[in-house]
């Protein structure tokens, strides 16, 4: 492995010159470190990580923990979050957590141990203690999701608001046998999603129905399967509304099983706006459209700030909520049958 030492032999000046030209030290003119760096560059040079770690306290990584990359929602942001570091000169190190409190705790536990500079999160339902107490001490921003056992600013939307919004529109439209696909309910933005779609109904005096009303896991599979079970009621929805990236796949895989070539008799309302959604069955999908690349962003400019201020700043338990919308398309109409 070429050192610093390696270097400076080839180039006739001391380690320590190589070191901070490197570093890009303001006492070395512009033309060394120039000669320096392509010079490490011809060479091959890797810096040591680990050796410049252990001198400033923490490294150059970053961790983004995630529950599911599948799911587009997410697979996007950790796309935004790993141009953000690559712009900041961090490198990035995703985990996959499965909204497992356990697997969480591991990785988070990694990822102190090797003194990383901060982490982004999704956090699980149930954030155990002890990873809360690991991340006490190391800058933390959260995704979408909030928990208490993280003291820890959050980047997300107004979950309520745009289940409110999308149920309201449905209705307005004339439906009143809505089915919604949620999270598990140890989710605080299941929670709030459910919220709003009660709201929407309360609103115009009414009251969604019992059966209707599906909780599982954030995942395509218990969107498809709970779909399926409500096209096979005797009295079927008029309508779906999906409350996750996810379970919006789960949504169309169901309805196209079920009506197959048939143009379908229920309109659909999805989550996220994927290129698919967009082009669903020719007309595409409506669906509430996320500011997917700007939470990503703004949770990346304010994780640099906590790196940036050195623990000199207090506690930020603040929660940033960025906008939603709603984009109509073909899946969305008034019902076709008496409700």
């Not at 697979?75 to 969480?104: F, H, N, S, W």
């Not at 056992?149 to 939307?157: D, K, R, S």
């Amino acid at each position: 492995m070429v050192t610093i030492k390696d270097i400076a032999s080839a180039l006739g000046v001391s380690p320590s010159t190589v070191t901070r030209a490197l570093a890009g030290n303001s006492r070395i003119s512009a033309a060394t470190v120039h000669r320096v760096r392509e010079q490490a560059e011809a060479m091959g040079y890797v810096a040591d990580l680990s050796a410049r770690a252990m001198q400033s306290g923490t490294s150059a990584l970053l961790g983004l923990l995630l529950p599911d990359i599948q799911n587009s929602f997410y697979a996007g942001m950790a796309r935004t979050v790993a141009e953000q570091c690559r712009k900041a000169g961090y490198q990035l190190v995703l985990a996959v957590t499965e909204d497992d409190p356990e697997i969480e705790q591991q990785h988070i536990r990694a990822l102190v141990g090797a003194r990383c500079a901060g982490v982004l999160l999704v956090p699980s339902a149930k954030v155990s203690v002890a990873s809360g107490r690991l991340l006490s001490n190391v800058p933390t921003v959260q995704l979408v999701r909030r928990s208490e056992t993280l003291h820890a600013c959050c980047v997300g939307i107004d979950d309520s608001n745009a289940l409110a919004t999308a149920t309201g529109l449905l209705l307005d439209l004339g439906h009143r046998r809505i089915g919604i696909l949620l999270g598990e309910s140890q989710l605080d933005t299941a929670c709030a999603r459910r919220q709003g779609h009660e709201q929407a109904y309360a609103s115009r005096g009414l009251s969604p129905e019992s059966e209707l009303v599906r909780v599982g896991a954030p995942r395509a599979r218990h969107g498809r399967d709970a779909t399926a079970a409500m096209l096979k009621l005797s009295t079927p929805p008029t309508a779906i509304v999906s409350a996750g990236a996810a379970l919006t796949e789960g949504m169309l895989d169901a309805v196209s099983d079920y009506f197959g070539t048939e143009e379908p008799n229920v309109s659909m309302l999805g989550f996220g706006d994927s290129s698919a959604f967009r082009w669903w069955r020719g007309g595409g999908l409506s669906t509430i459209t996320l500011p997917i690349a700007d939470i990503a962003a703004t949770a990346c400019e304010r994780l640099f700030e906590r790196i940036d201020s050195k623990g000199a700043s207090p506690a930020d338990n603040t929660f940033v909520c960025l906008d939603t919308g709603i984009v109509l398309r073909g899946s969305t109409a008034p019902p076709t049958v008496n409700v």
